[in-house]
T-cell receptor
Framework: GDSVTQTEGPVTVSESESLIINCTYSATSIAYPNLFWYVRYPGEGLQLLLKVITAGQKGSSRGFEATYNKETTSFHLQKASVQESDSAVYYC????????????FGLGTRVSVFP | GALVYQYPRRTICKSGTSMRMECQAVGFQATSVAWYRQSPQKTFELIALSTVNSAIKYEQNFTQEKFPISHPNLSFSSMTVLNAYLEDRGLYLCGARAGQYEQYFGPGTRLTVL
């Protein structure tokens, strides 16, 4: 089946430092996977951070970016300079363009940013 | 804007009893609604998914007999955890899809089983 593997947390980083969360996927049942990063801030629900539906493209949002690399089956999330407000749990997810299908999530990576 | 509400946010039930949780999509037309569960130390697993004009589809490890779902329309969905036991504890997330890609999630219902 489909699966997503991401950096095991928790990850601790100081404010203004860079952050990278690795994500690799295996899509055995989806011909053209769509890739997503979701974020869950403390006390809140899952929010879509960014999505990329075409291989080779880059998505970006709130200073975060991720490139859909079909060759390495990766979708790493990066931010050049994090802020304390970026402390959250980040989930990499895999889906397809069929609204009748659910998403496959990674385990999540808890990120704590300290001032 | 598009929002998904879930109720209750937290609930506790005794082992062997049942509890019902609700999900409401507001501000957009949902094309599908999915229920997920995040058990301790695990990721979100898809329980079942409903779409317009089709039967509710349950994933391999979940059954209608254990997790019956009802929805008069895709804007409102409820799921019951019947005969809950320790392995059913976790965070139950409702996600409503708008269009082809966007999926909005509620804050979840956290179930504790005593």
């Amino acid at each position: 089946g489909d699966s997503v593997t991401q950096t095991e947390g928790p990850v601790t980083v100081s404010e203004s430092e860079s952050l990278i969360i690795n994500c690799t996927y295996s899509a055995t049942s989806i011909a053209y996977p769509n890739l997503f990063w979701y974020v869950r801030y403390p006390g809140e629900g899952l929010q879509l951070l960014l999505k990329v539906i075409t291989a080779g493209q880059k998505g970006s949002s709130r200073g975060f970016e991720a490139t859909y690399n079909k060759e390495t089956t990766s979708f790493h999330l990066q931010k050049a300079s994090v802020q304390e407000s970026d402390s959250a749990v980040y989930y990499c997810a895999l889906g397809d363009g069929d609204y009748a299908q659910g998403l496959t999530f990674g385990l999540g990576t808890r990120v704590s940013v300290f001032p | 804007g598009a929002l998904v509400y879930q109720y209750p946010r937290r609930t506790i039930c005794k082992s062997g009893t049942s509890m019902r949780m609700e999900c409401q999509a507001v501000g957009f037309q949902a094309t599908s609604v999915a229920w997920y569960r995040q058990s301790p130390q695990k990721t979100f697993e898809l329980i079942a998914l409903s779409t317009v004009n089709s039967a509710i589809k349950y994933e391999q490890n979940f059954t209608q007999e254990k997790f019956p779902i009802s929805h008069p329309n895709l804007s409102f969905s409820s799921m019951t955890v019947l005969n809950a036991y320790l392995e059913d504890r976790g965070l139950y997330l409702c996600g409503a899809r708008a269009g082809q890609y966007e999926q909005y999630f509620g804050p979840g219902t956290r179930l504790t089983v005593l």
